[in-house]
Nanobody, 115 residues
Framework: QVQLVESGGGLVQAGGSLTLSCAASGIIFSRVAMDWYRQAPGKQRELVAG???????NYADSVKGRFTISLDNVKKTVYLQMNSLKPEDTAVYYCKMSRLYVEYWGQGTQVTVSS
């Protein structure tokens, strides 16, 4: 059974940093694309950052220069390093894995940035 387990969320002051992790299990970790999404209260879920198995990355304009996505194929884990956090970054963050046209989602981790 495929599982994605996120961790690393929490409460941080504006300007601070957090690193989210998303560990995959139950799947051959090749030819995958990993994405981080977030959903704030009352808003639609939005793509924050993505990385392919070829290490090609993409970022939402709102996080460029502040967030960095990386992938450890040995540990089957994707990371999201978040720096210079702002109150508007407050949301539940989800990771998504795509492989062979199938998508898998994690349960989400809360990130709260206080002003």
């Amino acid at each position: 059974q495929v599982q994605l387990v996120e961790s690393g969320g929490g409460l941080v002051q504006a300007g601070g940093s957090l690193t989210l992790s998303c560990a995959a299990s139950g799947i051959i970790f090749s030819r995958v694309a990993m994405d981080w999404y977030r959903q704030a209260p009352g808003k639609q879920r939005e793509l924050v950052a993505g990385i392919s198995s070829g290490s090609i990355t993409n970022y939402a304009d709102s996080v460029k220069g502040r967030f960095t996505i990386s992938l450890d194929n040995v540990k089957k884990t994707v990371y999201l390093q978040m720096n210079s956090l702002k109150p508007e970054d407050t949301a539940v963050y989800y990771c998504k894995m795509s492989r062979l046209y199938v998508e898998y989602w994690g349960q989400g981790t809360q990130v709260t940035v206080s002003s």
